[in-house]
């Protein structure tokens, strides 16, 4: 519970002046999934052509968020809450600085996504949810997990012991498998031009 003597300080810079330097209207780009589905391949893909065109981003990835800011959290239900609840405030402080943030989280509960999307401001949560059904994840299997969860070494894996909540009404719903990363990855870039994120290509 927050101190009431805790009191949010309103600067003479706010969201809009900083969003209006950079050309672009700040969004939270969250990349939801299964594991090996490919969030993170198709979120550093978007953030390589945002970066093209001189857009102002910032991309926090599970794995990497987990050295620093969550790595005295564990796996279970309580501490992936945490995580997301953590991932969700550092996401909108840095839209307050009018960045595009994209994140990459299995995140599968459908409560802590719509969390993350009731601390926004309208139109702010773009929920992207990479479609992969699950034998196709198994047999990627970049990291050897589902290897080690059939095993018996590792417990409470989403998908396999552990629930992933599908997206009812994701804004862009991308069929992760049969198609390249290029082909993945403006999808997104398409929605971002089309819905007014992003400054005109000239």
């Not at 009431?4 to 969250?30: A, F, T």
């Not at 987990?66 to 309580?78: A, T």
Request: contains cysteine; neutral net charge; charged residues 25%.
């Amino acid at each position: 519970m927050r101190n009431e003597n805790v009191v949010w300080h309103q600067h003479g810079v706010d969201k809009s002046i900083r969003s209006d330097m950079k050309g672009q209207k700040p969004c939270l780009l969250w990349f939801t999934g299964l594991s090996a589905s490919g969030k993170s391949t198709v979120a550093s893909a978007v953030e390589v052509r945002l970066a093209e065109r001189l857009h102002h981003t910032y991309l926090m990835d599970g794995d990497n968020v987990r050295y620093g800011l969550c790595s005295d959290l564990g796996f279970g239900k309580g501490d992936r809450v945490e995580n997301i609840r953590r991932v969700g405030e550092v996401a909108n402080l840095m839209l307050d600085a009018g960045l595009i943030v994209l994140t990459a989280f299995i995140s599968p509960f459908k409560s802590n996504r719509k969390m993350i999307r009731d601390m926004l401001v309208g139109g702010e949560f773009i929920e992207v949810y990479i479609d992969v059904p699950l034998d196709v994840c198994e047999k990627r299997d970049p990291k050897g997990l589902y290897k080690r969860v059939r095993e018996g070494e590792l417990k409470n894996f989403t998908g396999i012991d552990s629930p992933y909540e599908i997206p009812e009404r994701p804004e862009i719903r991308i069929a992760n498998h049969g198609i390249s990363v290029d082909v993945a990855a403006h999808q997104v870039i398409d929605y971002l031009d089309a819905h007014g994120y992003l400054k005109p290509v000239v």
